[in-house]
């Protein structure tokens, strides 16, 4: 079931958002100083392509700077990322099955928000003891 929502999310919102996700980390490494801000908006974008079977969890080694990154994340990318997301799931919320994809959508906005300080991790306990090891 996981696959046709990934498949589903792909070709009505993923591919879009995910493009939204790249734009941002071009801009990011071309400043140079935001390179880390870059690397995470390509991390984001890859979890934004196929979010199904995965979640963002903190990272425990995120520190104090990963909070200041992230409000300085917020006032260049992350706000209109977040609208990005929000305004998608309510247009998918509009059709029946759309709903799980809009909530998909949702879901998403505290990492477009605050993406430092996170890490992306399979949903099944077994894939992420495997992929730990």
């Known amino acids: 079931m996981k696959t046709i929502l990934n498949i589903i999310w792909l070709v009505l919102a993923g591919f879009w958002l995910a493009l939204g996700y790249i734009a941002a980390g071009i801009l990011c490494c071309i400043l140079i100083v935001t ?5 995470a908006s390509f991390r984001i ?11 963002a969890v903190d990272k425990p080694t995120a520190g104090a700077w990963s909070v200041i990154g992230n409000v300085i994340w917020f006032l260049v990318a992350g706000l209109w990322l977040a609208l990005a997301h929000i305004s998608t799931g309510i247009l998918l919320c509009l059709t029946v099955i759309g709903i799980p994809l809009g909530i998909a959508n949702f879901k998403m906005v505290p990492i477009s928000l605050f993406p430092l300080g996170k890490v992306i991790v399979p949903t099944d306990p077994r894939l992420a003891a495997s992929s730990a090891a």
Do not use: E, H, K, S
């Open 35 to 39: 390179i880390p801000f870059g690397i």
């Open 45 to 55: 974008a890859g979890y934004v392509l196929w979010p199904f079977g995965r979640t």
